[in-house]
């Protein structure tokens, strides 16, 4: 589940299917966020569907993260990003073939980064899992010697 600042929880099913973009509407408005998989928005967020092709989705994100899209926020109470606001925006757009460049050497970006994040949640809960057995003596590390030393 995302919210507008981001990942806010887990749901089992999906709204959406990634990988995506996602633009803080209430509480956080403006923020953007990339998402890999398939994902669940909530209310307070708007997300991206492309007019054309998914496939320009890295560059979509790159325009909108530039845009200032927090400084349009319109309401007082609660910050808010007004859609209407939003569309009158204008993006230069290069040709398709230095979108589809760019979004090929993104895409190899991306994945990447999320096999590292989720790398390190496996990691953090290994480690959540481990360090309470450590510390009340339920594990024990055994000291390991080199030859030589």
Known sequence: ??????QVG???KKLVTGPGVI??????????????????PID???????????????FLFYALERQGLANLSADSAVPGLNRS??????????????????????ETLFARRHRLE???RALAAL???L???????????????REGD
Do not use: C
């Open 44 to 58: 307070t967020t708007f997300y991206v569907v492309p007019k054309e092709s998914k496939h320009k989705l890295h």
């Open 23 to 40: 633009v803080g509407r209430k509480g956080n408005p403006g923020v953007i966020t990339w998402v890999q998989s398939d994902f669940f």
């Open 118 to 120: 989720e790398e390190t």
């Open 131 to 145: 360090l309470p057995k450590l510390v009340s003596g339920e594990v024990r590390v055994q000291s390991f010697h």
């Open 127 to 129: 480690r959540d899992t």
């Open 85 to 106: 606001l939003a569309y009158m925006n204008k993006q230069l757009i290069p040709d398709d073939k230095a979108i589809t460049s760019f979004n090929d050497y993104a």
């Open 10 to 12: 887990w749901h089992d």
């Open 1 to 6: 589940m995302y919210g507008s600042n981001g």
